[in-house]
């Protein structure tokens, strides 16, 4: 069964608005979470790394006050779309490992977040 | 910097074909990890094989078959006897020591036809 639930699985919003999408880990503790972005026919990319306790860290070129994370618990992990623009619409997924630094367990990803920003 | 590379932007083959996904990365760390993803058109993320750099054994589960080998920075992905539902996006990665940050490739789009 899935150990990472990603909520929603398809956003439709209107540009100006915000969307939050949800990405939690079952059944185990993830103090680190991974947030990617896929546009259509294209590479998964690193947006950042989602901390628990402490700020994210985001990758060059992603706009932190744009795309809000809070890693507010061990199994939880939210990332904000703020003031959203057509050009943010992709697929959002995230990731968690199983236990961090484990060297014997692979990461999982959500089901991923399509949004369309209209 | 690390670098997936996966040339084959596309690949369609009849079923029962066997096909052979390459992937060739690049990195300067002794220590890393190295990933194969399926992502169907549902587009979630199937975890399917982890090695680490130390271990250059190829490995077989089924109709599926990996072959990593070091010397040329290559971790290709073979599937035998191809069906129709292995259509999908297949994605090579590369991971650091703990293995949760991922870089991935750009996918190879692969379609069985029936």
């Known amino acids: 069964g899935a150990v990472v639930s990603q909520h929603p699985s398809w956003v439709i919003c209107k540009s100006g608005t915000s969307v939050k999408i949800e990405c939690r880990s079952l059944d185990f503790q993830a103090t680190t979470m991974f947030w990617y972005r896929q546009f259509p026919k294209q590479s998964l990319m690193l947006m950042a790394t989602s901390n628990e306790g402490s700020k994210a860290t985001y990758e060059q070129g992603v706009e932190k006050d744009k795309f809000l994370i809070n890693h507010a618990s061990l199994t939880l992990s939210t990332l904000t779309v703020t003031s959203a623009h057509p050009e943010d619409s992709s697929f959002y997924i995230c990731?968690?490992?199983?236990?961090?630094?484990?060297?014997?367990?692979?990461?999982?990803f959500g089901n991923g977040t399509r949004l369309t920003v209209t | 910097a690390q670098k997936v590379t996966q040339a084959q932007t596309e690949i369609s083959v009849v079923e029962k074909e066997d096909v052979t996904l390459d992937c060739v990365y690049e990195t300067r760390d002794t220590t890393y990890y190295l990933f194969w993803y399926k992502q169907p058109p549902s587009g979630e993320l199937v975890f399917l094989i982890r090695?680490?750099?130390?271990?250059?054994q190829n490995e077989i589960s089924g109709r599926y078959s990996w072959n990593f080998q070091k010397s040329t920075s290559s971790f290709n992905f073979t599937i035998t006897a191809s069906q129709v539902v292995d259509s999908a996006v297949y994605f090579c990665?590369?991971?650091?020591?703990?293995?949760?940050?991922?870089?991935f490739g750009q996918g190879t789009r692969l379609t069985i036809n029936p």
């Open positions: 090695r680490n750099s130390f271990d250059e």
């Open positions: 990731s968690a490992a199983l236990g961090q630094g484990s060297n014997n367990s692979p990461l999982h």
């Open positions: 990665a590369w991971g650091i020591q703990g293995a949760q940050k991922l870089v």
